[in-house]
């Protein structure tokens, strides 16, 4: 009886400490999400060039003289469990990934570019998102990733 009743409890401590190892492994974040917000004047005779490696973009036209840049970059697995690379290999390539927004009058420019190049973080690719939300001026000119292949 008390033999039996020791197994029972090394069980229950097994079920336990495997359930909260599951846990930690499942639920872990990275919670990584970065945003650039800028409002720089908009010349009616000028243009914005977007020219991004990846991601989406919105475009919205308004009646407001300013261009409104927001962009967002984020880790979209949320399990640490399922992911194909370790944590330090996904914040080095959120790093990697640079973007530059360049006011030139009277054209702006937005530029969204790994410094190692998009073919060394091939494998992340498909976990990354990224958002590029512009709110525009209506006579302004805009060009979307005029180097793209």
Same mark, same amino acid.
């Given at each position: 009886m008390?033999? =039996?009743?020791? =197994?029972i409890i090394f069980l229950i401590i097994l079920l336990l400490s495997i359930s909260l190892i599951i846990f930690i492994l499942v639920k872990g974040e990275i919670g990584y999400s970065e945003i650039i917000k800028r409002s720089p004047p908009?010349?009616?005779n000028g243009h914005l060039t977007v020219d991004i490696e990846i991601g989406t973009i919105k475009i919205e036209f308004t009646d407001r003289s300013l261009v409104e840049i927001n962009i967002r970059e984020k880790w979209k697995s949320r399990w640490l469990m399922f992911q194909p690379k370790p944590t330090k290999w996904i914040k080095e390539m959120l790093k990697d990934l640079e973007f530059t927004i360049t006011e030139e009058p009277p054209n702006i420019r937005i530029e969204g570019k790994f410094k190692r190049g998009r073919e060394h973080w091939q494998d992340g690719l498909e976990w990354l998102t990224v958002h590029v939300q512009l709110k525009v001026p209506r006579e302004y000119e805009v060009i979307l990733n005029p180097t793209s292949k």
């Open positions: 008390i033999k =039996s009743n020791r =197994s908009a010349d009616p």
